[in-house]
Protein backbone atom coordinates (compact mmCIF):
# COMPACT_ATOMS: atom_id res chain seq x y z
CA UNK A 1 0.00 0.00 0.00
CA UNK A 2 2.93 2.41 0.14
CA UNK A 3 3.44 2.47 -4.00
CA UNK A 4 1.97 6.21 -4.20
CA UNK A 5 3.38 9.38 -2.38
CA UNK A 6 0.82 10.64 0.57
CA UNK A 7 -1.44 14.01 -0.64
CA UNK A 8 0.91 16.50 0.43
CA UNK A 9 -0.85 20.17 1.75
CA UNK A 10 1.19 21.31 -1.71
CA UNK A 11 -1.10 19.23 -3.77
CA UNK A 12 -4.07 20.25 -2.03
CA UNK A 13 -3.46 23.77 -2.35
CA UNK A 14 -3.34 23.21 -5.95
CA UNK A 15 -6.50 21.39 -6.06
CA UNK A 16 -8.23 24.34 -4.07
CA UNK A 17 -6.60 26.73 -6.02
CA UNK A 18 -8.48 24.41 -9.39
CA UNK A 19 -11.77 23.55 -7.83
CA UNK A 20 -12.19 26.33 -5.16
CA UNK A 21 -12.82 25.67 -1.34
CA UNK A 22 -16.24 24.01 -1.95
CA UNK A 23 -14.27 21.52 -4.63
CA UNK A 24 -12.11 19.52 -2.43
CA UNK A 25 -13.68 17.81 0.52
CA UNK A 26 -11.25 16.42 3.25
CA UNK A 27 -13.43 16.03 6.08
CA UNK A 28 -14.31 12.77 7.79
CA UNK A 29 -17.74 12.30 7.05
CA UNK A 30 -17.19 12.86 3.45
CA UNK A 31 -14.37 10.59 3.13
CA UNK A 32 -16.19 8.02 5.01
CA UNK A 33 -19.01 8.32 2.29
CA UNK A 34 -16.85 8.55 -0.55
CA UNK A 35 -14.78 5.48 0.84
CA UNK A 36 -18.00 2.82 0.23
CA UNK A 37 -19.73 2.38 -2.57
CA UNK A 38 -23.26 -0.55 -2.00
CA UNK A 39 -20.27 -3.49 -1.95
CA UNK A 40 -20.98 -5.74 0.75
CA UNK A 41 -17.99 -5.39 3.40
CA UNK A 42 -15.35 -3.11 1.78
CA UNK A 43 -14.15 0.29 2.73
CA UNK A 44 -11.14 2.53 1.75
CA UNK A 45 -10.88 6.03 2.26
CA UNK A 46 -9.71 8.65 -0.05
CA UNK A 47 -7.16 11.14 1.47
CA UNK A 48 -9.82 13.73 -0.28
CA UNK A 49 -12.64 13.82 -2.61
CA UNK A 50 -12.56 16.38 -5.89
CA UNK A 51 -15.89 17.71 -7.24
CA UNK A 52 -15.43 19.61 -10.45
CA UNK A 53 -17.86 20.79 -12.97
CA UNK A 54 -16.28 21.03 -16.01
CA UNK A 55 -14.14 18.45 -18.09
CA UNK A 56 -11.36 21.12 -18.22
CA UNK A 57 -11.40 21.01 -13.88
CA UNK A 58 -11.27 17.05 -14.38
CA UNK A 59 -8.08 17.50 -17.37
CA UNK A 60 -6.72 20.15 -14.63
CA UNK A 61 -7.05 17.64 -11.82
CA UNK A 62 -5.57 14.79 -13.37
CA UNK A 63 -2.77 16.79 -14.70
CA UNK A 64 -1.98 17.69 -11.66
CA UNK A 65 -2.22 13.95 -9.87
CA UNK A 66 0.38 13.02 -13.24
CA UNK A 67 2.92 15.26 -11.77
CA UNK A 68 2.47 14.34 -8.39
CA UNK A 69 1.86 10.69 -8.40
CA UNK A 70 -1.30 10.49 -6.75
CA UNK A 71 -3.96 8.38 -7.26
CA UNK A 72 -7.23 8.78 -8.96
CA UNK A 73 -10.95 6.77 -8.42
CA UNK A 74 -13.42 7.88 -10.84
CA UNK A 75 -16.55 7.96 -9.07
CA UNK A 76 -20.39 7.84 -10.12
CA UNK A 77 -22.85 7.37 -8.22
CA UNK A 78 -21.16 5.06 -5.94
CA UNK A 79 -23.78 2.12 -6.86
CA UNK A 80 -21.15 -0.31 -7.83
CA UNK A 81 -21.36 -4.06 -6.98
CA UNK A 82 -17.38 -4.36 -7.69
CA UNK A 83 -15.53 -1.98 -5.45
CA UNK A 84 -14.94 -0.53 -8.19
CA UNK A 85 -15.36 3.22 -7.04
CA UNK A 86 -13.28 2.70 -4.22
CA UNK A 87 -9.96 4.09 -3.69
CA UNK A 88 -7.83 1.25 -2.29
CA UNK A 89 -4.80 3.05 -2.32
CA UNK A 90 -6.13 6.14 -1.08
CA UNK A 91 -5.47 9.19 -2.71
CA UNK A 92 -8.50 11.21 -4.47
CA UNK A 93 -11.87 10.32 -5.04
CA UNK A 94 -12.72 11.83 -7.88
CA UNK A 95 -16.54 12.45 -7.95
CA UNK A 96 -18.36 13.45 -11.54
CA UNK A 97 -21.19 14.41 -9.49
CA UNK A 98 -21.56 18.35 -10.81
CA UNK A 99 -21.01 17.51 -14.12
CA UNK A 100 -24.75 16.68 -14.83
CA UNK A 101 -26.01 18.75 -17.87
CA UNK A 102 -27.88 17.38 -20.63
CA UNK A 103 -25.97 19.55 -23.25
CA UNK A 104 -28.18 18.68 -25.98
CA UNK A 105 -31.33 16.34 -27.61
CA UNK A 106 -31.49 16.23 -31.36
CA UNK A 107 -35.14 14.69 -32.44
CA UNK A 108 -34.00 14.70 -35.53
CA UNK A 109 -31.03 12.46 -35.20
CA UNK A 110 -32.51 10.69 -32.06
CA UNK A 111 -29.80 11.27 -29.98
CA UNK A 112 -28.43 13.02 -26.66
CA UNK A 113 -25.22 13.97 -25.37
CA UNK A 114 -25.27 13.97 -21.60
CA UNK A 115 -22.21 14.72 -19.13
CA UNK A 116 -20.79 11.82 -17.17
CA UNK A 117 -22.44 12.23 -13.91
CA UNK A 118 -26.07 12.93 -14.94
CA UNK A 119 -28.18 10.44 -12.71
CA UNK A 120 -29.73 7.62 -15.70
CA UNK A 121 -33.23 7.60 -14.04
CA UNK A 122 -33.24 11.65 -14.72
CA UNK A 123 -31.88 11.12 -18.33
CA UNK A 124 -34.78 8.34 -18.67
CA UNK A 125 -37.53 10.77 -17.90
CA UNK A 126 -36.31 13.62 -19.69
CA UNK A 127 -36.16 11.52 -23.06
CA UNK A 128 -39.20 10.09 -22.01
CA UNK A 129 -41.52 13.81 -22.24
CA UNK A 130 -40.28 14.16 -25.54
CA UNK A 131 -41.82 10.26 -26.48
CA UNK A 132 -38.47 8.65 -26.68
CA UNK A 133 -36.47 5.70 -24.80
CA UNK A 134 -33.29 5.52 -23.54
CA UNK A 135 -33.59 1.34 -23.07
CA UNK A 136 -30.99 0.42 -20.37
CA UNK A 137 -32.53 0.07 -17.29
CA UNK A 138 -30.04 -0.43 -14.41
CA UNK A 139 -32.32 -0.92 -11.10
CA UNK A 140 -30.60 1.43 -9.46
CA UNK A 141 -31.91 3.83 -12.24
CA UNK A 142 -32.72 6.74 -9.50
CA UNK A 143 -28.97 7.09 -8.04
CA UNK A 144 -26.54 6.12 -10.51
CA UNK A 145 -24.49 7.87 -13.18
CA UNK A 146 -24.58 7.61 -16.95
CA UNK A 147 -20.50 7.88 -16.46
CA UNK A 148 -21.10 4.72 -14.17
CA UNK A 149 -23.16 2.73 -16.40
CA UNK A 150 -20.58 3.45 -19.17
CA UNK A 151 -17.51 2.51 -17.16
CA UNK A 152 -19.32 -1.08 -16.20
CA UNK A 153 -21.25 -1.77 -19.63
CA UNK A 154 -24.69 -1.63 -17.01
CA UNK A 155 -27.41 -3.81 -18.19
CA UNK A 156 -30.84 -4.47 -16.36
CA UNK A 157 -34.04 -6.30 -17.00
CA UNK A 158 -34.68 -4.60 -20.70
CA UNK A 159 -30.82 -5.50 -21.97
CA UNK A 160 -32.82 -9.08 -22.87
CA UNK A 161 -34.42 -7.14 -25.56
CA UNK A 162 -32.65 -4.02 -26.27
CA UNK A 163 -28.62 -4.79 -25.45
CA UNK A 164 -26.03 -3.43 -22.57
CA UNK A 165 -25.09 0.27 -21.86
CA UNK A 166 -22.11 0.01 -25.07
CA UNK A 167 -25.09 -0.72 -27.68
CA UNK A 168 -26.51 2.81 -26.97
CA UNK A 169 -23.15 4.86 -27.06
CA UNK A 170 -21.87 6.36 -30.07
CA UNK A 171 -19.50 8.68 -28.95
CA UNK A 172 -17.46 10.11 -25.44
CA UNK A 173 -15.24 12.55 -24.16
CA UNK A 174 -12.86 11.25 -21.67
CA UNK A 175 -9.62 12.19 -19.91
CA UNK A 176 -6.77 10.26 -20.51
CA UNK A 177 -4.85 9.91 -16.84
CA UNK A 178 -2.24 12.32 -18.06
CA UNK A 179 -5.01 15.25 -18.16
CA UNK A 180 -5.45 14.92 -22.07
CA UNK A 181 -8.84 15.54 -23.24
CA UNK A 182 -10.18 12.97 -25.70
CA UNK A 183 -13.09 12.94 -28.66
CA UNK A 184 -14.13 9.30 -29.46
CA UNK A 185 -17.04 8.26 -32.10
CA UNK A 186 -19.63 11.25 -33.40
CA UNK A 187 -23.52 11.71 -34.06
CA UNK A 188 -23.44 9.27 -36.95
CA UNK A 189 -24.62 5.58 -36.81
CA UNK A 190 -21.68 4.06 -38.84
CA UNK A 191 -18.17 4.69 -37.94
CA UNK A 192 -15.50 2.06 -38.30
CA UNK A 193 -12.71 4.89 -38.87
CA UNK A 194 -9.81 3.19 -36.90
CA UNK A 195 -9.58 1.17 -33.92
CA UNK A 196 -12.98 1.86 -32.07
CA UNK A 197 -11.75 3.53 -28.96
CA UNK A 198 -15.73 4.15 -27.53
CA UNK A 199 -16.04 0.55 -27.04
CA UNK A 200 -12.70 -0.17 -25.25
CA UNK A 201 -13.67 2.59 -22.75
CA UNK A 202 -17.57 1.24 -22.36
CA UNK A 203 -16.72 -1.25 -19.84
CA UNK A 204 -13.26 -0.84 -18.80
CA UNK A 205 -14.16 0.71 -15.13
CA UNK A 206 -12.74 3.87 -14.81
CA UNK A 207 -9.03 2.07 -15.31
CA UNK A 208 -8.00 3.77 -18.58
CA UNK A 209 -9.98 7.16 -18.95
CA UNK A 210 -12.19 9.57 -17.25
CA UNK A 211 -15.46 9.74 -18.95
CA UNK A 212 -16.71 13.44 -19.11
CA UNK A 213 -19.85 13.01 -21.56
CA UNK A 214 -21.62 10.55 -23.79
CA UNK A 215 -23.61 10.79 -27.43
CA UNK A 216 -25.93 9.06 -26.44
CA UNK A 217 -28.67 6.56 -29.22
CA UNK A 218 -32.56 6.75 -28.59
CA UNK A 219 -35.33 5.35 -30.09
CA UNK A 220 -38.57 5.95 -30.12
CA UNK A 221 -40.80 4.97 -26.62
CA UNK A 222 -42.69 1.76 -27.49
CA UNK A 223 -46.55 2.61 -26.95
CA UNK A 224 -47.60 -0.38 -25.24
CA UNK A 225 -46.08 -2.77 -22.83
CA UNK A 226 -47.81 -6.31 -20.59
CA UNK A 227 -46.53 -7.95 -17.81
CA UNK A 228 -46.20 -11.56 -17.26
CA UNK A 229 -46.08 -13.24 -14.13
CA UNK A 230 -45.51 -17.14 -14.62
CA UNK A 231 -45.26 -19.02 -11.27
CA UNK A 232 -44.04 -22.20 -11.57
CA UNK A 233 -43.61 -25.53 -9.43
CA UNK A 234 -40.23 -26.15 -10.41
CA UNK A 235 -37.39 -24.80 -10.52
CA UNK A 236 -36.20 -26.90 -13.73
CA UNK A 237 -39.60 -25.81 -15.50
CA UNK A 238 -39.01 -21.91 -14.90
CA UNK A 239 -35.54 -22.28 -16.50
CA UNK A 240 -36.34 -24.39 -19.19
CA UNK A 241 -38.49 -21.84 -20.45
CA UNK A 242 -36.33 -19.05 -20.89
CA UNK A 243 -34.46 -20.61 -23.38
CA UNK A 244 -37.58 -21.94 -25.29
CA UNK A 245 -39.43 -18.21 -25.27
CA UNK A 246 -36.50 -17.05 -27.35
CA UNK A 247 -36.83 -19.72 -29.47
CA UNK A 248 -40.68 -19.57 -30.33
CA UNK A 249 -39.83 -15.97 -30.55
CA UNK A 250 -41.80 -13.93 -27.97
CA UNK A 251 -38.90 -12.03 -27.76
CA UNK A 252 -39.52 -10.16 -23.99
CA UNK A 253 -38.27 -7.45 -23.38
CA UNK A 254 -37.42 -8.67 -20.06
CA UNK A 255 -37.33 -11.69 -18.73
CA UNK A 256 -36.25 -12.25 -14.74
CA UNK A 257 -36.20 -15.14 -12.94
CA UNK A 258 -36.99 -15.31 -8.81
CA UNK A 259 -36.35 -18.69 -6.94
CA UNK A 260 -38.74 -19.87 -3.86
CA UNK A 261 -36.11 -18.75 -1.52
CA UNK A 262 -36.57 -14.77 -3.01
CA UNK A 263 -40.23 -14.54 -3.35
CA UNK A 264 -40.23 -15.57 0.35
CA UNK A 265 -37.85 -12.86 1.33
CA UNK A 266 -38.92 -10.03 -0.35
CA UNK A 267 -42.68 -10.90 1.23
CA UNK A 268 -41.55 -9.08 4.07
CA UNK A 269 -41.53 -5.72 1.76
CA UNK A 270 -44.18 -5.87 -0.64
CA UNK A 271 -47.57 -7.74 -1.22
CA UNK A 272 -47.14 -11.08 -3.48
CA UNK A 273 -50.17 -11.87 -5.34
CA UNK A 274 -52.11 -15.08 -3.82
CA UNK A 275 -51.21 -17.10 -7.45
CA UNK A 276 -47.36 -16.55 -7.12
CA UNK A 277 -46.61 -17.37 -3.30
CA UNK A 278 -46.14 -20.79 -3.73
CA UNK A 279 -44.24 -20.63 -6.66
CA UNK A 280 -40.68 -22.85 -7.08
CA UNK A 281 -39.83 -20.39 -9.29
CA UNK A 282 -41.67 -16.82 -10.80
CA UNK A 283 -40.98 -15.43 -14.40
CA UNK A 284 -41.39 -11.93 -14.61
CA UNK A 285 -42.07 -11.02 -18.26
CA UNK A 286 -42.56 -7.71 -20.08
CA UNK A 287 -43.62 -7.52 -23.27
CA UNK A 288 -43.13 -4.07 -25.51
CA UNK A 289 -44.17 -2.49 -28.94
CA UNK A 290 -46.79 -0.51 -30.91
CA UNK A 291 -49.41 -2.96 -32.12
CA UNK A 292 -51.32 -4.12 -28.62
CA UNK A 293 -52.96 -6.66 -30.26
CA UNK A 294 -49.67 -8.33 -31.50
CA UNK A 295 -48.36 -8.16 -27.41
CA UNK A 296 -51.27 -10.10 -26.60
CA UNK A 297 -50.65 -12.63 -29.19
CA UNK A 298 -47.35 -13.00 -28.01
CA UNK A 299 -48.60 -13.33 -24.63
CA UNK A 300 -50.27 -16.21 -25.63
CA UNK A 301 -47.80 -17.66 -27.55
CA UNK A 302 -45.22 -16.85 -23.98
CA UNK A 303 -47.91 -19.22 -22.06
CA UNK A 304 -48.06 -22.15 -24.68
CA UNK A 305 -44.50 -21.83 -24.38
CA UNK A 306 -44.78 -22.88 -20.68
CA UNK A 307 -47.90 -25.33 -20.88
CA UNK A 308 -45.20 -27.76 -23.23
CA UNK A 309 -43.53 -27.72 -19.50
CA UNK A 310 -46.43 -27.79 -16.94
CA UNK A 311 -49.71 -25.82 -16.47
CA UNK A 312 -49.05 -22.73 -15.42
CA UNK A 313 -51.53 -19.67 -14.12
CA UNK A 314 -50.19 -16.88 -15.87
CA UNK A 315 -51.17 -13.74 -14.39
CA UNK A 316 -50.77 -11.03 -17.37
CA UNK A 317 -51.37 -6.94 -16.20
CA UNK A 318 -52.05 -4.58 -18.80
CA UNK A 319 -52.59 -1.48 -16.42
CA UNK A 320 -49.55 0.64 -15.52
CA UNK A 321 -50.37 0.21 -12.17
CA UNK A 322 -50.71 -3.14 -11.73
CA UNK A 323 -47.35 -4.33 -13.84
CA UNK A 324 -45.90 -1.72 -11.14
CA UNK A 325 -46.97 -4.02 -8.49
CA UNK A 326 -45.58 -7.23 -10.13
CA UNK A 327 -42.23 -5.39 -10.84
CA UNK A 328 -42.04 -4.19 -7.25
CA UNK A 329 -41.70 -7.81 -6.03
CA UNK A 330 -38.56 -8.34 -8.39
CA UNK A 331 -36.76 -4.67 -7.87
CA UNK A 332 -37.59 -5.30 -3.99
CA UNK A 333 -35.37 -8.54 -3.86
CA UNK A 334 -31.68 -7.04 -2.97
CA UNK A 335 -33.12 -5.03 -0.38
CA UNK A 336 -35.10 -7.88 1.20
CA UNK A 337 -31.65 -9.94 0.99
CA UNK A 338 -29.32 -7.13 2.56
CA UNK A 339 -31.93 -6.75 5.53
CA UNK A 340 -31.80 -10.27 6.07
CA UNK A 341 -28.59 -11.12 6.20
CA UNK A 342 -24.96 -10.10 5.60
CA UNK A 343 -24.29 -11.78 2.17
CA UNK A 344 -21.99 -12.01 -0.90
CA UNK A 345 -23.21 -11.43 -4.47
CA UNK A 346 -22.12 -13.53 -7.20
CA UNK A 347 -22.87 -12.27 -10.81
CA UNK A 348 -22.99 -15.52 -12.53
CA UNK A 349 -23.81 -15.26 -16.49
CA UNK A 350 -23.96 -18.71 -18.55
CA UNK A 351 -25.79 -19.89 -21.83
CA UNK A 352 -29.55 -19.28 -21.27
CA UNK A 353 -29.92 -23.20 -21.12
CA UNK A 354 -27.92 -23.63 -18.01
CA UNK A 355 -29.74 -21.90 -16.15
CA UNK A 356 -31.90 -24.18 -14.03
CA UNK A 357 -27.71 -26.41 -13.31
CA UNK A 358 -26.62 -22.90 -12.26
CA UNK A 359 -29.28 -22.42 -9.68
CA UNK A 360 -28.47 -25.86 -8.55
CA UNK A 361 -24.69 -26.08 -8.23
CA UNK A 362 -25.07 -22.55 -6.77
CA UNK A 363 -27.02 -24.45 -3.85
CA UNK A 364 -24.97 -27.42 -3.47
CA UNK A 365 -21.47 -25.15 -3.11
CA UNK A 366 -24.06 -23.19 -0.45
CA UNK A 367 -25.65 -25.78 1.35
CA UNK A 368 -22.10 -27.67 1.34
CA UNK A 369 -20.43 -24.88 3.54
CA UNK A 370 -23.21 -24.11 5.87
CA UNK A 371 -24.26 -21.19 3.78
CA UNK A 372 -27.63 -20.54 1.91
CA UNK A 373 -27.98 -19.35 -1.57
CA UNK A 374 -30.63 -17.29 -3.08
CA UNK A 375 -30.50 -16.87 -6.65
CA UNK A 376 -32.82 -14.55 -8.93
CA UNK A 377 -31.77 -12.01 -12.07
CA UNK A 378 -32.07 -11.56 -15.89
CA UNK A 379 -32.51 -15.31 -16.52
CA UNK A 380 -33.28 -13.62 -20.27
CA UNK A 381 -29.40 -13.07 -20.35
CA UNK A 382 -28.12 -16.29 -18.56
CA UNK A 383 -27.45 -13.91 -15.76
CA UNK A 384 -28.70 -14.52 -12.06
CA UNK A 385 -27.28 -12.96 -8.94
CA UNK A 386 -26.29 -15.64 -6.89
CA UNK A 387 -26.49 -14.10 -2.98
CA UNK A 388 -24.49 -16.44 -0.35
CA UNK A 389 -25.92 -15.53 2.85
CA UNK A 390 -23.64 -15.41 5.95
CA UNK A 391 -26.90 -16.39 8.60
CA UNK A 392 -25.24 -17.22 12.19
CA UNK A 393 -21.63 -17.90 11.06
CA UNK A 394 -19.12 -16.12 12.82
CA UNK A 395 -16.79 -13.90 11.13
CA UNK A 396 -13.71 -16.40 10.51
CA UNK A 397 -15.89 -19.32 8.93
CA UNK A 398 -18.12 -16.36 7.17
CA UNK A 399 -15.09 -15.93 5.16
CA UNK A 400 -13.59 -19.03 4.58
CA UNK A 401 -16.87 -20.60 3.41
CA UNK A 402 -17.85 -17.83 1.44
CA UNK A 403 -14.78 -17.41 -0.20
CA UNK A 404 -14.42 -21.36 -0.85
CA UNK A 405 -17.86 -21.45 -2.38
CA UNK A 406 -17.76 -18.66 -4.48
CA UNK A 407 -14.50 -19.86 -5.76
CA UNK A 408 -16.29 -23.23 -6.87
CA UNK A 409 -18.70 -22.06 -8.09
CA UNK A 410 -17.41 -19.81 -10.64
CA UNK A 411 -15.00 -22.65 -11.58
CA UNK A 412 -18.17 -24.11 -12.56
CA UNK A 413 -19.48 -21.22 -14.31
CA UNK A 414 -16.33 -20.94 -16.50
CA UNK A 415 -15.99 -24.74 -17.42
CA UNK A 416 -19.60 -24.87 -18.91
CA UNK A 417 -18.82 -21.35 -21.11
CA UNK A 418 -20.20 -18.78 -18.53
CA UNK A 419 -18.42 -15.76 -16.76
CA UNK A 420 -17.89 -14.69 -13.63
CA UNK A 421 -19.56 -11.23 -14.01
CA UNK A 422 -22.56 -10.42 -16.29
CA UNK A 423 -22.92 -6.48 -15.46
CA UNK A 424 -21.05 -5.49 -12.03
CA UNK A 425 -17.58 -5.95 -13.14
CA UNK A 426 -14.54 -7.26 -12.13
CA UNK A 427 -13.22 -3.98 -10.21
CA UNK A 428 -11.94 -4.89 -6.83
CA UNK A 429 -14.12 -7.66 -5.39
CA UNK A 430 -13.82 -10.02 -8.14
CA UNK A 431 -10.43 -9.86 -9.48
CA UNK A 432 -8.96 -13.24 -8.76
CA UNK A 433 -11.48 -14.58 -10.63
CA UNK A 434 -10.84 -12.45 -13.96
CA UNK A 435 -8.41 -15.66 -15.49
CA UNK A 436 -10.47 -18.25 -14.85
CA UNK A 437 -11.98 -16.71 -17.97
CA UNK A 438 -9.41 -14.72 -19.84
CA UNK A 439 -6.83 -16.96 -20.92
CA UNK A 440 -3.07 -15.26 -20.51
CA UNK A 441 -2.76 -14.22 -23.49
CA UNK A 442 -5.53 -11.93 -23.44
CA UNK A 443 -4.75 -10.85 -19.88
CA UNK A 444 -1.45 -9.36 -21.51
CA UNK A 445 -3.19 -7.59 -23.83
CA UNK A 446 -5.46 -5.97 -21.48
CA UNK A 447 -2.55 -5.17 -19.61
CA UNK A 448 -0.36 -3.73 -22.09
CA UNK A 449 -3.62 -1.41 -23.32
CA UNK A 450 -3.91 -0.49 -19.19
CA UNK A 451 -0.07 0.72 -19.32
CA UNK A 452 -0.92 2.39 -23.24
CA UNK A 453 -3.38 4.40 -21.36
CA UNK A 454 -1.98 4.71 -18.11
CA UNK A 455 1.68 4.05 -18.14
CA UNK A 456 1.92 5.57 -14.38
CA UNK A 457 -0.33 3.38 -13.39
CA UNK A 458 -2.47 5.93 -11.12
CA UNK A 459 -5.94 5.71 -12.61
CA UNK A 460 -8.19 3.55 -10.61
CA UNK A 461 -5.16 1.36 -9.55
CA UNK A 462 -6.10 -1.85 -8.03
CA UNK A 463 -8.69 -2.99 -10.12
CA UNK A 464 -9.33 -5.67 -12.81
CA UNK A 465 -6.13 -7.25 -12.55
CA UNK A 466 -4.51 -8.72 -8.78
CA UNK A 467 -1.33 -7.22 -9.41
CA UNK A 468 -1.74 -3.78 -10.49
C1 LIG B 1 -29.88 -1.78 -5.80
C2 LIG B 1 -28.91 -1.92 -6.96
C3 LIG B 1 -29.36 -2.41 -8.16
C4 LIG B 1 -28.48 -2.56 -9.23
N1 LIG B 1 -28.97 -3.03 -10.41
C5 LIG B 1 -28.14 -3.16 -11.46
C6 LIG B 1 -28.65 -3.65 -12.70
O1 LIG B 1 -29.82 -3.97 -12.85
N2 LIG B 1 -27.78 -3.75 -13.72
C7 LIG B 1 -26.46 -3.40 -13.59
O2 LIG B 1 -25.70 -3.49 -14.57
N3 LIG B 1 -25.96 -2.94 -12.42
C8 LIG B 1 -26.77 -2.80 -11.37
N4 LIG B 1 -26.28 -2.33 -10.18
C9 LIG B 1 -24.84 -1.99 -10.06
C10 LIG B 1 -24.51 -0.51 -10.31
O3 LIG B 1 -25.64 0.31 -10.11
C11 LIG B 1 -23.97 -0.32 -11.73
O4 LIG B 1 -22.72 -0.97 -11.86
C12 LIG B 1 -23.80 1.15 -12.13
O5 LIG B 1 -23.44 1.21 -13.49
C13 LIG B 1 -22.76 1.90 -11.31
O6 LIG B 1 -22.89 3.27 -11.61
P1 LIG B 1 -22.42 4.39 -10.59
O7 LIG B 1 -22.65 5.70 -11.24
O8 LIG B 1 -23.03 4.19 -9.27
O9 LIG B 1 -20.86 4.10 -10.55
P2 LIG B 1 -19.88 3.91 -9.32
O10 LIG B 1 -20.33 2.80 -8.45
O11 LIG B 1 -19.61 5.21 -8.68
O12 LIG B 1 -18.57 3.45 -10.10
C14 LIG B 1 -18.55 2.23 -10.79
C15 LIG B 1 -17.27 2.15 -11.63
O13 LIG B 1 -17.32 3.11 -12.65
C16 LIG B 1 -16.19 3.99 -12.58
N5 LIG B 1 -16.70 5.30 -12.98
C17 LIG B 1 -17.76 5.97 -12.49
N6 LIG B 1 -17.96 7.10 -13.17
C18 LIG B 1 -16.98 7.15 -14.12
C19 LIG B 1 -16.64 8.07 -15.13
N7 LIG B 1 -17.35 9.18 -15.34
N8 LIG B 1 -15.57 7.81 -15.92
C20 LIG B 1 -14.84 6.68 -15.74
N9 LIG B 1 -15.12 5.78 -14.79
C21 LIG B 1 -16.18 6.01 -14.00
C22 LIG B 1 -15.70 3.89 -11.16
O14 LIG B 1 -14.32 4.16 -11.07
C23 LIG B 1 -15.99 2.44 -10.85
O15 LIG B 1 -14.97 1.61 -11.34
C24 LIG B 1 -27.12 -2.19 -9.08
C25 LIG B 1 -26.67 -1.69 -7.87
C26 LIG B 1 -27.55 -1.56 -6.80
C27 LIG B 1 -27.03 -1.02 -5.51
Same mark, same amino acid.
Given at each position: ??????????? *????????????????S /??????????????????????????????????????????????????? =??????L???????L???????????????? &??E???????G?????????????????????? $?????????? !?????? $????????? /?????????????????????????????????????????V????????????R?? *?T?????????????????????????????? &?????L?????L?A???????? +?????L???? %?? %???????????S??????????????????D??????????????????????E??????????????????????????E?? $???????G???????? =???????????R %?????? *??D???? /?? =?? /???E? =???W??????? *?? +????????????? !??????????????????
Amino acid at each position: MTRFPPLSSET *LAGLRHLLGETGVLTDS /VSLGAYGVDETEEVDFRPAAVALPETTEQVAAVLQLAAQTGIPVTPRGGGT =GLSGGALPVFGGLSLSLERLNRIRFLDQTNL &MIEVEAGLITGDLKRAVEEKGLFYPPDPASHDS $CQIGGNIAED !AAGPRS $CKYGTTRNW /VLGLEAVLPDGTVIRTGGATRKNVAGYNLTQLLVGSEGTLAVVTAALLKLINLPRFR *LTLAAPFSTLQGAAQAVSRLFVAGVDPASCEL &MEARALDLVSSLTAIPEQLVDA +AALLLLELDG %DD %DQALLERAARASEVFDTLEEVEVIVAQEAGDQRRLWEIREKIAIAVREYSVYKEADTVVPRSELANLVEKARQVASDRQLEAV $CYGHAGDGNLHVNLLR =GDLDEATWKENR %DAAEAE *LFDWVAG /VG =GS /VTGEH =GIGWSQRRYLP *LV +AQPAAMKVMRGLK !AAFDPRGILNPGKIFTDR
